[in-house]
C-alpha cells in the first residue's frame, strides 16, 4: 500500500496522495491520522504507524459541481469495473460502455444513460432496452457525487477506505 486516503475536515474524500506527502502532513500537524496500518516509519525521534486514512484539520471548500465528463474511464471508475447487468468484474480492459436507452432510439451520451457491462452482456442486449431485453440493470445511472473517484480509482484502493467513499 503505497497511497493514503485524504478527507476532508468533514470527512469527505478529498484526494489520495503518496506516503511520503501524508506524513508531511501529519507532521505539520495540518492532517490527523484517521486509520492507519500496522506497519511503522521509524526515525531517530519519530515513530508513526503508516497511515491508510488521514483528515485533514481545517476544513477545503470544493467546488459543489465540477464538470465531469462522461468518457470511458469516469464511467468505468463510477460502475467500479462490474458490469450493471450481470455484475461480473472481468478486467478494464473486458469491459465496454453500453447505452442504457440505445442512441438509435434517441439516447444520448449522458451520466444517467450510460453503464458498464460486459461484452456477453452488451451482445445480449444488443439495441434494446434492458427491459425488453430481460437484464434489469443493478444499479441506477446517475452522475457521481465527487470528481477525488476518479482519483481512487486508478491507484490501488485499501479496505479501509471504502466506509468514507459515499460515491453513489
Given at each position: 500500500m503505497s497511497n493514503v486516503l485524504v478527507l476532508n475536515a468533514t470527512y469527505e474524500p478529498l484526494s489520495v496522495v503518496s506516503i511520503r506527502r501524508?506524513?508531511?502532513?501529519?507532521?505539520?500537524?495540518?492532517?490527523?491520522?484517521?486509520?492507519?496500518?500496522?506497519?511503522r516509519l521509524r526515525a531517530e525521534h519519530v515513530d508513526l504507524s503508516v497511515p491508510s486514512v488521514i483528515r485533514l484539520v481545517t476544513y477545503v471548500p470544493v467546488p459543489p459541481r465540477l464538470p465531469l465528463p462522461v468518457s470511458r474511464r469516469t464511467v468505468l471508475a463510477?460502475?467500479?469495473?462490474?458490469?450493471?447487468?450481470?455484475?461480473?468484474?472481468?478486467?478494464?480492459?473486458?469491459?465496454?460502455?453500453?447505452?442504457?436507452?440505445?442512441?438509435s432510439k434517441g439516447g444520448g451520451t449522458t451520466w444517467d444513460n450510460v453503464v458498464a457491462a460486459c461484452a456477453p452482456c452488451n451482445r445480449r442486449k444488443g439495441n434494446r432496452t434492458p427491459?425488453?431485453?430481460?437484464?434489469?440493470?443493478?444499479?441506477?445511472?446517475?452522475?457521481?457525487?465527487?470528481?477525488?473517484?476518479?482519483?481512487?480509482?486508478?491507484?490501488?484502493?485499501?479496505?479501509?477506505?471504502?466506509?468514507?467513499?459515499?460515491i453513489y
Open positions: 501524508a506524513i508531511v502532513l501529519l507532521l505539520k500537524e495540518k492532517a490527523e491520522v484517521v486509520e492507519a496500518t500496522h506497519a463510477r460502475d467500479n469495473y462490474t458490469c450493471q447487468y450481470c455484475g461480473a468484474q472481468p478486467g478494464k480492459t473486458q469491459l465496454t460502455i453500453d447505452h442504457v436507452v440505445p442512441r427491459d425488453a431485453a430481460g437484464l434489469p440493470l443493478r444499479t441506477v445511472p446517475a452522475r457521481p457525487r465527487y470528481l477525488a473517484f476518479v482519483l481512487l480509482s486508478e491507484r490501488g484502493r485499501d479496505d479501509s477506505w471504502e466506509k468514507y467513499l459515499d
